[in-house]
């Protein structure tokens, strides 16, 4: 049985050794192909650096964009605190005017009350000119109480806003 093994292992070894084996690059083709290599090496680094390149003006835009944007968010913010500052000062003003017309419909209702005792104690001609100057009165006491409301209600929008 050894000797069908061995036999056996001999043909097969025969077989196996009837393709010719490879052979072994020469000098040229070695070279040939190491050049190769390298010139692909060597495109496909300045591909990378094309590429990089590139990376780099999107970045150096990205930058640009992000500092104008920045600019024209604080010129925003800038402009938004100069219009709260004057809304602020325009309450101010608006409720010193609003001071000044009360003080003006006081005195207006003191002048109204002692119309009202003229209209009362006269008789005639002098009835009808009292009445004339309590309208007049009461009109001017109307036109600068719709003159408060007007700056109450500004006030109150001013204050809504952000």
Known sequence: MRIAVLVLVATLGACNSDKPAAAPPTKEQAVETARK???????????????????????????????????????????????????????????????????????????????????AAATGDARAKAEAALAELETKRGLIQAEIKKLDEMIAEIQRLP
Do not use: F, N, S, W
Not at 47 to 69: I, V
Not at 74 to 80: P, V
Not at 81 to 107: F, M, N, P, S, Y
């Open 37 to 119: 290599a390298a010139d692909e090496a060597k495109q496909a680094m300045h591909e990378a650096e094309a590429q990089a390149a590139d990376a780099y003006k999107r970045l150096e835009a990205a930058k640009a964009e992000q500092a104008k944007a920045t600019e024209e968010r604080d010129a925003a913010k800038a402009k938004l605190d100069d219009v709260r500052k004057q809304a602020a000062e325009t309450v101010t003003i608006a409720k010193q005017k609003i001071g000044e017309l009360e003080a003006a419909t006081t005195k207006l209702d003191t002048r109204i009350g002692a119309a009202k005792q003229a209209v």
